[in-house]
């Protein structure tokens, strides 16, 4: 548009339109382009020359305005149009307003706005299908039986690392066929073989590594870096799944050690997914006094038992081989009353010791159950796969390791 188009040929444009009755008639009559004239008129309607009538195609009557000389008599009038917008702009439900773009014209008046919006996951929709998850799978009518006999010097850790539930893999491009039935099938048997094969133990301690879940919503995407991932089934199935198999593996626990603490670590595949986790164990797990789950926040898990401390973190903000010093300043009590000291990574998905216990600490990283995706089998990435569960004595440090290796690799089927 013209901005500097003169009032004469706007109000020439209007006189024209209102004689020859079509905007194809006036402009042929004055001479000019169709598109010329709309031009012009669409500026005489934002001038206000267009009165009363007609009102353009689009537009609205938005201000009427008269003027009159000394005797009263009307001796103009100016109607100002505005375009029609249509409905007021409403976020649709789940959304939040994500950011505004708008197409102006030279002299800046808005033509056209675009109002961008983004899935804002309701924590109550993780209830929902939570809840779900559950309908068909009810607890206990009494609770489980305590094992008869345990050693109350003893606890077994049982390092839950890395399941990235509702991961998919296609063996055509990996060799591996990977999805939520799979994973289920595959780690649900492995939990329990593992479990069974440890020494009753007066404490079990079920520790979520991270990345439990695989993606923390239905962009399937990672929270901070937004790399797109493979994923089997909706955000909800995959949560429902993820659940069901922390509740298997709690239960297994149960039948075998004497009390058992739970704590869901967050890793930067599930930070949201791991909290609505723990806090779905805890209301599961209100009546059973054999059970402690802990929900603190932190990104750090600390725990002494007689001589022994131990520490982990999923590994995707610290080091490894830093969480031996970070152990020694925030748990320094702890540091001096035991002697042996045990820190446990993951993220990586493949078997690390990298710090003896001649420097006060032995630190690992653990193997991932589960087989590579497309992105890291491309990658060139290598690891075994395996669970494995540790027994501690609290005078004497780790006196058995039970290790369940996933024989699935060959798993082919269309």
């Known amino acids: 548009m013209n901005p500097a188009l003169p009032d004469d040929l706007a109000i020439e444009a209007v006189e024209a339109l209102r004689t020859h009755g079509s905007q194809n008639a006036a ?40 003027v009159f000389n000394k005797d009263g008599d009307l001796v103009r009038e100016f109607v100002q149009q505005k375009p029609d917008h249509g409905a007021e702009f409403s976020v649709p439900s789940g959304h939040t307003i994500k950011g505004v773009s708008a197409l102006v014209d030279a002299t800046g008046n808005e033509i056209v706005k675009w109002v961008k919006t983004r899935e804002e996951r309701d924590p109550l929709q993780a209830v929902e299908a939570i809840k779900e998850a559950f309908v068909d799978y009810a607890s206990p009518v009494r609770p489980i039986a305590e094992p008869s006999s345990c050693a109350d010097d003893m606890m077994t850790l049982v390092p839950l690392a890395d ?77 429902m799944v993820a659940c069901r198999l922390i509740v298997r593996t709690i239960d297994a626990a149960l039948k075998r050690h004497r009390r058992v603490t739970v704590r869901i670590l967050p890793g930067n595949h599930d930070e949201h997914s791991s909290v609505a986790v723990a806090y779905f164990l805890l209301a599961w797990y209100r009546n059973e006094p054999r059970i402690t789950v802990d929900t603190d926040p932190s990104l750090f898990f600390w725990k002494r038992f007689g001589l022994v401390m131990l520490g982990a973190t999923h590994g995707h903000t610290v080091k490894i081989e830093k969480m ?41 990283i653990h193997q991932a159950p589960i087989p590579q995706d497309a992105w890291h089998f491309g990658s060139g990435f290598i690891s075994g796969r395996s669970m494995q569960a540790i027994t501690y004595h609290s005078m004497f440090g780790e006196v058995s390791r039970v290790r369940d290796v996933i024989l699935d690799a060959e798993k082919t089927a269309a």
Not at 38 to 45: E, S
Not at 337 to 352: D, E, I, M, P, Q
Not at 354 to 359: A, H, L, Q, R, Y
Request: proline content about 3%; glycine content about 12%.
């Open 27 to 66: 402009s042929r009559a004055l001479g000019v382009a169709r598109s010329t004239f709309q031009n012009r008129i669409h500026h005489a309607a934002r001038r206000g020359f267009m009165g009363t009538g007609p009102v353009l195609p689009g537009y609205h009557i938005a201000k009427e305005t008269a």
């Open 163 to 239: 399941w990235h539930v509702g991961m998919f893999s296609w063996h055509r491009e990996t060799g591996t066929n990977w999805d939520l039935k799979i994973a289920e099938e595959v780690l649900g048997a492995g939990i329990d073989g593992l479990i069974s094969r440890t020494p009753p133990s007066g404490e079990c301690v079920i520790l979520g590594g991270g990345d439990l879940l695989h993606s923390d919503n239905n962009r399937n995407e990672t929270a901070n870096s937004g790399n797109a991932l493979d994923v089997d089934g909706r955000y909800q199935k995959v949560l």
């Open 324 to 364: 031996a010093s970070i152990m020694a300043h925030r748990r320094a009590e702890d540091w001096g009353a035991t002697k042996y000291r045990f820190v446990h990574g993951f993220h990586w998905h493949h078997s690390r010791k990298m710090v003896s216990e001649g420097e006060g600490v032995i630190s690992e």
